[in-house]
Structure formats: C-alpha cells, structure tokens
C-alpha cells in the first residue's frame, strides 16, 4: 500500500497550504492523501435531543460538503482521489485514532499561520510523539507558501 499523507480539514486560511503540499507530495512519491475533517463533540443534554440531533445533521453535512469540495483540488493536485474521513471529537484525538487505524498514514501534514502557531501545532511541539500515539513524522508547512514554492519543496 503506498504511503498516505493525511491532512487535517479546517477553515483556517493556512490549511490550503497543507492541502497543496501534501498533494504534490503525494503525486511525487506515488503516496496518496488522506484529509480528516473533524466536528465537535455533541452534547450531552438528553433535554434538548430533537436539537441536538438536527444539529449534529447539519455539522456532519457542512463537513461532508467541504470535504467534497476540497477533495477536487487534491485529487487534480496528487492524481489520485483522496481519502475522506469524519470524526467527531477533539481534533487531538480524532487524529490518534485514524493514525492507530491506518498504518500506513506515514506523514501528519499541517500548516502554520504567520505569527503564532495554531492548536495543532502548538499541541504537537508541547507533546511530541506522544501527540499522535506512535512515531510520525509531521510536516509543518508556512501557511503563506505561493504555490511555485510548493512546487519546488515537494
């Protein structure tokens, strides 16, 4: 099985960096992409169920719907269609969970805003390996790249 790159989906302006770079990344080394997107927790309130649950549709189809659309981009990027993932809960823990299920998800690719890094970052440079659960490499990439500089380093 060729080896993933797996890129977590959010709305930061940085992310299409960590898209882009993972992509052509992939398509150079014959790997392939993996993009997670990850929806909060529910709540927990039985009171409130009827909401709860429409909310719940919602949130999974917004994510579905950007998944979708970011799916294209990567796929005409890496030559492959990318996996879609889903998971609810912190986004620290949907990632160690795909990790311990896909072996061969061998890069975690993120991208860094300019001035400070976002949660993920943060969290990977206080915790090391410990943040994913097993020895990953993890790819910072600065979220203002253009794109011939993707090109060039990946």
């Known amino acids: 099985m060729p080896r993933k790159f797996l890129v977590v989906v959010d709305d930061s302006p940085e992310f ?6 993972a992509s052509r990344r992939a398509r150079s080394t014959g790997g392939h992409v993996v993009m997670l997107r990850v929806i909060p927790p529910a709540a927990s309130d039985a009171h409130w169920a009827g909401v ?3 909310i719940e549709r919602q949130t999974r189809a917004e994510a579905e719907a950007s998944l979708n659309r970011w799916a294209g981009e990567a796929s005409e990027r890496s030559g492959a269609m990318p996996e879609l993932l889903i998971e609810r809960g912190d986004a620290q823990g949907c990632i160690r969970k795909v990790v311990g299920a896909d072996a061969d998800i061998k890069i975690l690719v993120l991208a860094a805003g ?5 949660p993920l970052v943060a969290a990977i440079v206080k915790q090391g390996a410990a943040f994913t659960g097993r020895k990953l490499p993890v790819t910072i ?3 203002e790249l253009t794109e011939k500089d993707i090109e060039d380093l990946a």
Not at 16 to 21: S, T
Not at 114 to 118: L, N
């Open 16 to 21: 299409e960096a960590a898209l882009r770079y």
């Open 52 to 54: 709860r649950d429409e």
């Open 114 to 118: 300019a001035g400070s890094p976002g």
């Open 141 to 143: 990439v600065p979220g």
